[in-house]
Every structure is written in structure tokens, then in C-alpha cells.
């Protein structure tokens, strides 16, 4: 494991965290719709190995569903930074950062990322949807 401190941000600056991430561990993309519409590309972290730079006051929360993640996104741009959760399949308490929001990752990194697909259209987080291609 070769964890990294890594900074992510919205569009228009007003929200930061940092984070460590260990990307070679993996990423996720899911097939519910909030994630499907969205284009969600998420990479989870125990909270503990995140912390809000500034902006945490310029985001709103958005919850749906089971309520299980609020989804964290800046007032000003609206794009989703971080969501903040819990789901027992994945370990219980997590942040999950957005992939597309790490500032200074080259496109070989970002390529490079590990992807697990997940069927939360179902509920069945432990087994990848049949259809994936087009998360």
C-alpha cells in the first residue's frame, strides 16, 4: 500500500480536501442512478484520512435513497467533490473522493486507477453489474 496525499477540488476552487489515497488500491463506479447520471468516479477513504482545506461552508448536501451517503456538493458549481457515508458492505464508515476532482494526476495516473464496478442499482454491492461499459 503506498498511500499519497492528494488534493481535490471543485470547478471553481471554492471547496478543497485533502486526502490519502492510495490509487493503485482501486476506484469504483456504480450503476445507480445518482452515479450513472452524474458520471461518478469515486475512491474511498476512512474519514480520518480526509480533511477539508476550506469550502466545507460553500457545500450543500444532497442524500436520496437509503440516505446512506450525503453527497457533498459546492454551492457555487455544484460539482460533487466528496460524498460522506456508511454501507456495511464496504466497511462501514467512508468518504469517497471524486476521481476527476484530484488536482496534479497526469492522465497515465488517472489511467492507471484500478476500476471495480458495482451494482447499486440493486443493492448488490458485492457483484459488478452484467452491462459496465458504459460506466
Known amino acids: ?6 488534493k481535490a477540488s471543485c470547478h471553481c476552487g471554492a471547496v478543497s480536501i485533502e486526502a490519502d489515497l492510495d490509487l ?3 476506484s469504483a463506479r456504480c450503476n445507480c442512478s445518482i452515479c450513472s447520471k452524474s458520471r461518478w468516479w469515486g475512491i474511498s477513504a476512512k474519514p480520518d484520512a480526509v480533511r477539508a ?7 450543500f448536501v444532497y442524500s436520496f435513497g437509503t440516505r446512506s451517503i450525503q453527497l457533498h ?3 457555487t458549481c455544484g460539482l460533487r467533490v466528496y460524498g460522506k457515508g456508511h454501507i456495511a458492505e464496504m466497511g462501514g ?3 469517497a473522493v471524486n476521481v476527476a ?5 497526469s492522465d ?3 489511467a492507471a486507477i484500478p476500476i471495480m464496478y458495482c451494482n447499486g442499482r440493486d443493492n448488490d454491492w458485492m457483484h459488478e453489474p452484467a452491462v459496465k461499459s458504459y460506466l
Not at 500500500?1 to 492528494?6: A, D, Q, R, Y
Not at 476532482?101 to 494526476?105: E, H, P, R
Open 73 to 75: 456538493h459546492c454551492k
Open 108 to 110: 497515465a495516473e488517472l
Open 93 to 95: 464508515d467512508f468518504v
Open 24 to 26: 493503485a488500491a482501486g
Open 1 to 6: 500500500m503506498t498511500l499519497k496525499t492528494h
Open 101 to 105: 476532482c484530484l488536482d496534479g494526476v
Open 53 to 59: 482545506i476550506h469550502g466545507e461552508d460553500n457545500t
